[in-house]
């Protein structure tokens, strides 16, 4: 007997060929509880997104689904689990379809708002990862980690390598009509 799909927490919001794609572990306590990406007042990547040129003003959690439009997509590796990265169980990060999703899709550019979720791609420890752009061979997507903008990193908090981010895929701007 097929065993049903879990519920996904948040939905991923993505479409092929889009400039960038935010990756976060899972969703936080909040984000959980309201069903909205980045969704706790203390979180950082909304105001981020604008001050780094990404997006033409700052959006609210609730209007995360403006985004795809604007050709930024948002995922987790974790869609059925909620939480703290520490807590939550590493299988239940789903990496092998997260490159299913990469190689179907092609966004051009990756952006980790998490070392955790960083590592879980580049295969590396979070300790052996700097934020920024990351040097890789072969033909994928860019690759950037960013710092956390979670309230629980602010000791690791700083705007830029968002706004290199910002200048690397460019303003934003509607997509073009297929």
Not at 130 to 139: F, I, S, Y
Request: hydrophobic share 45%.
């Amino acid at each position: 007997m097929a065993r049903a799909a879990a519920r996904h927490i948040l939905p991923d919001r993505l479409a092929p060929d889009l400039r960038v794609w935010f990756v976060g572990t899972a969703a936080g306590p909040r984000s959980a509880e309201v069903g909205a990406y980045y969704a706790h007042r203390g979180n950082r990547f909304w105001r981020a997104l604008h001050q780094a040129g990404i997006t033409p003003r700052q959006f609210e959690p609730e209007e995360f689904p403006q985004l795809l439009p604007l050709g930024v997509g948002l995922t987790d590796f974790c869609k059925t689990g909620w939480g703290v990265d520490a807590d939550i169980a590493r299988e239940a990060f789903d990496v092998a379809g997260f490159t299913r999703k990469v190689k179907r899709l092609k966004p051009r550019t990756l952006a980790f708002t998490s070392k955790t979720a960083a590592s879980l791609w580049l295969g590396r420890s979070t300790g052996r990862i700097m934020t920024g752009l990351q040097a890789l061979d072969g033909d994928g997507p860019d690759v950037f980690v960013l710092p956390s903008p979670s309230g629980l990193a602010t000791s690791y908090w700083s705007l830029e390598p968002w706004r290199a981010l910002g200048a690397h895929i460019g303003p934003a701007a509607p997509l073009k009509a297929r």
